[in-house]
């Protein structure tokens, strides 16, 4: 598949679904190095409240172990940013993440976690874990 959503250089295009974005994860992967574990974090993360519409902020952290394969960031920031206006509560995106990283690249082991920020008073972290 053909990657051309992500420019080599310049700005990068908005993702027009969340399938767009796990496809450039999997086509932008890139052969592992000897490493034993990489994390990533993204400090900006925002999806939708799917009962009321509201926008939902937070942070995502993805650590783990590479197979065959790595995520390449800029890729991993396309597929993170088609959640925008995706309507999903946070349990259910730290286990889509984590499934679209096996699908993507395949790891050893993935951990994936969400912070979402407070709103009513109410913070919340959900963790999900694949491993082979």
Request: proline share 8%; net charge negative.
């Amino acid at each position: 598949m053909e990657n051309s959503w992500i420019p080599q250089s310049g700005p990068m295009p908005r993702p027009k679904s969340v399938e767009e974005g796990r496809e450039a994860l999997k086509g932008e992967a890139f052969p592992s190095p000897n490493v034993s574990n990489i994390t990533f974090r993204a400090l900006e993360f925002t999806a939708v409240c799917p009962k009321t519409g509201q926008p939902d902020f937070g942070e995502v952290e993805i650590s783990y172990t590479p197979d065959q394969k790595c995520i390449e960031s800029k890729s991993l920031k396309f597929y993170l940013w088609s959640f925008r206006d995706e309507g999903a509560f946070c349990e259910t995106l730290a286990a889509r993440i984590a499934d679209d990283i096996v699908y993507a690249i395949d790891p050893k082991r993935v951990e994936v976690t969400i912070y979402q920020s407070p709103r009513g008073g109410i913070e919340l972290k959900t963790t999900a874990v694949r491993e082979k």
